[in-house]
């Protein structure tokens, strides 16, 4: 059973950079030909896909969103992380961490929980 856990402040102050990690265990983060996603959910809205890591470590991000962010791993952590810098109020979402079996999939076989992420002074 694969499990991914997301972690990081919950409270982030407008133009700094917020940073999220997910753990995943019970499956590898390098297995073949597993995509490992960042998405968002803002109130009232649906899901956005922020990025996402491929099991080679190619990175893949939003268009809309790409300036600003950033995804790495850490593979002797079985982690990766988010990063997305000058953060305004509408980035105040619930970020979750999710699996995927494609690049541009959105059906995610496994999920995080979620962390809310509030951008306030």
């Known amino acids: 059973q694969v499990q991914l856990q997301e972690s990081g402040p919950g409270l982030v102050e407008p133009s700094q950079t917020l940073s999220l990690t997910c753990t995943v265990s019970?499956?590898?983060?390098?297995?073949?030909?597993?995509?490992w996603k960042w998405i968002r959910q803002a109130p009232g809205k649906g899901l956005e896909w922020l990025g996402t890591i491929k099991y080679s470590g190619s990175t893949f991000y939003s268009p809309s969103l790409k300036s600003r962010t950033s995804i790495s791993r850490d593979t002797s952590k079985n982690q990766f992380t988010l990063q997305l810098s000058s953060v305004t109020p509408e980035d105040t979402a619930v970020y979750y961490c999710?699996?995927?079996?494609?690049?541009?999939?959105?059906?995610?076989?496994?999920r995080g929980q979620g962390t809310q992420v509030t951008v306030s002074s």
């Open positions: 999710a699996r995927a079996t494609g690049a541009w999939s959105t059906n995610y076989d496994y």
């Open positions: 019970g499956g590898s983060i390098t297995a073949n030909y597993y995509y």
